[in-house]
Nanobody, 126 residues
């Protein structure tokens, strides 16, 4: 079992940048595919990005390609989301999640993830 704690959210003006971190503990971090999702009130949780266990592959939602970058440091048990050129529509609670790889899993969907952090608020003002 792994515990996840996000940090780095806050208030930023449009066009600005933030870096979110997600620290993992309790299990071997490199076992997991790591993902970032976001959610706004009244909407379903939305896929943002994911990264394979040894960072060989990354995947992004179309809405964030070229602006957000996911990375991980397995030595520090941490996954990051570097956010640049932020837009008001990026405002959401951001969650990191860990998934034990499985053949039938679809990693753009929240139900393919086994563990979740508590979330961190990102607010982008116009």
């Amino acid at each position: 079992q792994v515990q996840l704690v996000e940090s780095g959210g806050g208030l930023v003006q449009a066009g600005g940048s933030l870096r979110l971190s997600c620290a993992a503990s309790g299990d071997t971090f490199s076992r997991y595919i790591m993902g970032w999702f976001r959610q706004t009130p009244g909407k379903e949780r939305e896929f943002v990005a994911r990264i394979t266990p040894f960072a060989s592959n990354t995947y992004y939602a179309d809405s964030v390609k070229g602006r957000l970058t996911i990375s991980r440091d397995n030595a520090k048990n941490t996954v990051y989301l570097q956010m640049t050129n932020l837009k008001p529509e990026d405002t959401a609670v951001y969650y990191c999640a860990a998934s034990i790889p499985g053949y039938s899993k679809r990693y753009s969907y929240p139900n393919s993830y086994d563990y979740w952090g508590q979330g961190t608020q990102v607010t982008v003002s116009s």
